[in-house]
């Protein structure tokens, strides 16, 4: 999905339809970009989902910090939510979460159970920012061989369902939440992370402020990357120019095409090229 540019009007009735179609289902499964597991979130989800089971998946975790994906992990569960690091792309990690949607719904499959309703499904909403892989997602989880239930009476009209086995039910089209943009830093990572209308960033701002990241946390993969002597680099903005000389970047006449090594250096960084990159921890 392409880049998302909100406004009040896309938000009231993205929350809108979340809270529809939240009555319906018994499990979230929320899904969080692993590099920013903060900034890809809207905790409002926590006040919908109130009541609801709750699955956090850590998807594109391909692209993350290992190390960084398990400190994420253990600060989700502390949280009290059952979370899994997934690769939606591969289907890496999916395979686990059957068994993460039994222990998440333990306690209503009892209170069922204890009603005498045998067999009822578990009804289960992705959700999560746009970008973020919920439909790379649903197709992976659900697979092509996956059986739509159609319409039921009774359920809101138009509403599918995929049957993914006798015990779940998936709605087949996610729930998209809305960033939460009152923090500075979550708008600066979600342009980072290719995730806000690049028409709207400065690429040699946004390259700056990668740098300037990447410099202190993770030493050594700049120059790696570009084969560049990073410490002869005063600021960031000189380590774009470097960039710009080693990969050959020149517009017309001698001049440095900042641009488009600015350009490059934060497609790399979103296409996982730099590194296995966390932007940010708990
Ligand atoms: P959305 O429904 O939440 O808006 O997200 P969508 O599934 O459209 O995924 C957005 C982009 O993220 C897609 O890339 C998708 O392939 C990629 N993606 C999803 N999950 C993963 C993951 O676990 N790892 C990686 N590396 N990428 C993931 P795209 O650029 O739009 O398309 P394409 O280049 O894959 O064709």
New binding site residues.
Partial sequence: ?ANYQWYPGHMTKAKRMMQENIKLIDLVIE?VDARIPLSSRNPDIDELGKNKSRIILL?????ADARKNKIWMEYFTEKGFHVLE?????GAGIKSIQGAVQEACREKIARDRKRGILNRPVRAMVV??????????INSFAGKACAKTGNKPGVTKGKQWIRLNKGLELLDT?GILWPKFEDQTVGLHLAMIGSMNDEIVHLDELACELIDFLRAQYPGLLEKRYEIEISEAQNAYDTIKFVCISKKCFLKGEELDIMKSSAMIVDDFRN?KIGKITLEMP
């Fill in positions: 999905m899904l998807n594109k975790s391909d692209l997934i690769n939606a792309k591969t999560g920012i746009p970008n973020v892989g919920k439909s790379t997602f996610p996982g």
